[in-house]
């Protein structure tokens, strides 16, 4: 009887605990929220049994009764939120499983308010836990998510604890295998916000689709009183307008105003305020449009390329996940340095301080989820796994100007089932967000000839962009290969070269045929620029990367040592000569364009 009373609080509290994450709350600049970074006491525990032991109730040693406690927080290590386990223990750097985070932290009640507690992000399968009680779970490594607390705190001392588990998994989205480092934790801020009853939950606020002269969008309110007047202004442009919510709480809106509007070369925040009877919201917004003709990306109307450069979201010099103002100031920095216009943010969406760096900075921006090589494309769990990651993606970035693009997947081999699933993500995205342009980095190519290749990936069809990822020079042929070869599209849509890279040791030196050398990786940049300056439909690059990377597919000794070397400067800053192989052909192009438009 014992027995079947403890698996069946078990299951209870097993179903209990896979309440998903409140509707996302986004602008949490722009919220009253107190921090929850900091040192976080931990336990690894790579055989998941802190599900049985209850870690989450936080126990303590003393306070066994029946059978012992076998855990103490309190007297454990600990680790620092935000930041991934790897890199912070040596002996984690390789570690993939379940690890038990908690922290403390006081709490004052408020009448009238709301509390949320709210993740950056958190790699990869999440439990959350308040004062022993299940919150929920989430599952994808890279987007936020939060719950509801109200209610549920305590009055002083409140205990949160994660279980936060890396392992990968065959239906995960990405899969099992990444060129990436499976950085796992607590990887970006944690928060508590605190809302109003009644409050603003999310808005959109964009230039309407072909008319410039408009901004549209809409406003989110959650809470009791969700008809109450909403008002929004932006008071440089002098708008001003009150609204009124229909019973969902949602109202949408157009305001006829003439902004200045937003371009890498000035890019032109405004200070929005959306505002109710109990709430008051501010956020910094441009306004822009952006649109294909063609084979021409047009951005407010003109013709734009974009000179960019592919990234990923390590942190320079300490190494691990990036995830502060200051790790995106140093990477958006090299990109600037470089004479971009434009980043290609990879394989997953990227932190906010990187987005909102990226809109102030005048830096355009393609954002991806994780939908990496191949996953598994029948499995409806992942498909609604990918949505999920798109939709909270595209919540949180939304009204980010500089974000052009989202990119549904990258590198994914082709086949009906793979077709399929992602031009369901094509249709989502654009449900979602009408205003952006839809792209994939694609490598599926059919020969037209020797040295001619033919982009024909028939999820062409479903996209506004396309990438074209390829590496000759590298993985196949030479780099002066790229003299004589050609590519082109099936489809009459601009092309992005979103990757062509080769692997160089910072300080190797050799001639330009030995690989692995700084002057092979020059080399090869020199015949792939003028290789991909002459594709029909060229839009744009973004080369394969900016940084070295960690690759757990990587251990050339000596060279890699779990390094992915592509990097146009090394994981220590240290710039290789292809850097500025490509931020001279940048600065041409940039001359050649100001020549142009006199
Ligand atoms: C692939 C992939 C990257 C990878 C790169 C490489 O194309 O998109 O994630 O790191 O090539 O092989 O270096």
């Not at 029946?66 to 790897?86: C, H």
């Not at 305590?154 to 392992?167: P, Q, R, Y």
């Not at 050398?517 to 080369?543: C, D, F, R, W």
């Not at 994981?571 to 292809?578: D, E, I, R, S």
Request: glycine share 8%; with cysteine.
């Amino acid at each position: 009887m014992k027995a079947l009373t403890a698996i069946l609080s078990f299951l209870l509290l097993a179903a209990l605990a896979a309440a998903q994450p409140s509707p996302l709350i986004t602008n949490l600049p722009g919220r009253t929220s107190t921090s929850l970074d900091g040192a976080w006491h931990i336990i690894v525990d790579p055989y998941e049994s802190g599900l049985r032991a209850r870690y989450y109730e936080n126990a303590k040693p003393q306070d066994a009764r029946t059978s012992p406690i076998e855990y103490d927080f309190a007297a454990s290590e600990t680790l620092k939120v935000p930041g991934d386990w790897n890199s912070q223990k040596e002996r984690l750097f390789f570690y993939e499983g379940p690890v038990w985070y908690q922290r403390s932290f006081s709490f004052k009640a408020r009448d009238h308010a709301r509390q949320f507690v709210y993740f950056g992000a958190a790699n990869y399968y999440t439990r959350v836990y308040l004062n022993g009680k299940p919150l929920g779970e989430h599952e994808g490594g890279f987007t936020p998510f939060n719950f509801e607390v109200t209610g549920k705190l305590v009055e002083g001392e409140n205990s949160l604890v994660a279980e936060v588990n890396n392992a990968r998994r065959a239906n995960g989205v990405p899969a099992s295998n990444t060129d990436w480092w499976n950085y796992g934790g607590l990887t970006r801020d944690v928060s508590l916000i605190e809302v109003p009853d009644t409050f603003v939950r999310d808005y959109s606020f964009q230039l309407a689709k072909g008319s410039p002269g408009e901004v549209a969008g809409w406003v989110q309110l959650d809470g009791s009183a969700q008809t109450q007047p909403v008002t929004i202004e932006i008071p440089d442009a002098g708008v001003r307008k009150t609204v009124t919510p229909d019973a969902t709480g949602r109202v949408d809106f157009r305001l006829p105003t003439k902004l200045t509007l937003w371009t890498p070369d000035d890019p032109k925040l405004y200070d929005v305020v959306i505002s109710t009877g109990t709430d008051k919201l501010h956020d910094s917004i441009g306004f822009r449009t952006v649109e294909v003709q063609g084979t021409q990306l047009l951005l407010n109307g003109k013709p734009i390329f974009l000179r960019g450069i592919s990234m990923h979201e390590e942190a320079p010099n300490r190494g691990g996940r990036a995830y502060s103002p200051d790790d995106a100031q140093t990477l958006l920095g090299w990109a600037k340095e470089l004479g971009c216009n434009f980043v290609r943010l990879t394989h997953y969406p990227h932190n906010e301080n990187a987005i909102r760096l990226a809109d102030r900075m005048g830096l355009l921006v393609w954002s991806e989820i994780p939908v990496y090589w191949d996953i598994a494309w029948k499995d409806p769990e992942t498909l609604a796994n990918a949505e999920a990651q798109l939709r909270d993606m595209i919540a949180r970035d939304r009204n980010r100007a500089a974000v052009i693009f989202w990119s549904l997947s990258n590198e994914t081999p082709v086949s009906p089932e793979r077709t399929i699933f992602l031009q369901k993500l094509a249709a989502d995205a654009r449900q979602l967000d009408s205003t952006r342009l839809i792209t994939s980095a694609l490598n599926h190519v059919t020969d037209a000839g020797p040295e001619k290749r033919v982009l024909d990936d028939p999820l062409g069809e479903s996209l506004d962009v396309l990438g074209l990822n390829e590496y000759l020079g590298w993985y196949f042929g030479h780099p002066e290969d790229a003299d004589r070869w050609q590519w082109e599209s099936k489809y009459a849509k601009p092309i992005i070269v979103s990757e062509f890279g080769a692997d160089a040791l910072y300080g190797k030196h050799g001639d330009a045929s030995a690989r692995w050398t700084e002057e092979y990786q020059a080399n090869l940049y020199v015949h792939q620029l003028g290789m991909v300056a002459k594709i029909p439909g060229l839009a744009g690059l973004s080369p394969w990367v900016l940084m070295d990377f960690h690759s757990p597919r990587r251990p050339l000794p000596g060279i890699q040592d779990y390094y992915n070397r592509k990097g146009l400067v090394s994981n220590l800053g240290q710039h290789k000569p292809a850097f500025y192989v490509l931020q001279k052909f940048y600065k041409e192009m940039n001359e050649k364009k100001a020549a142009a438009a006199q």
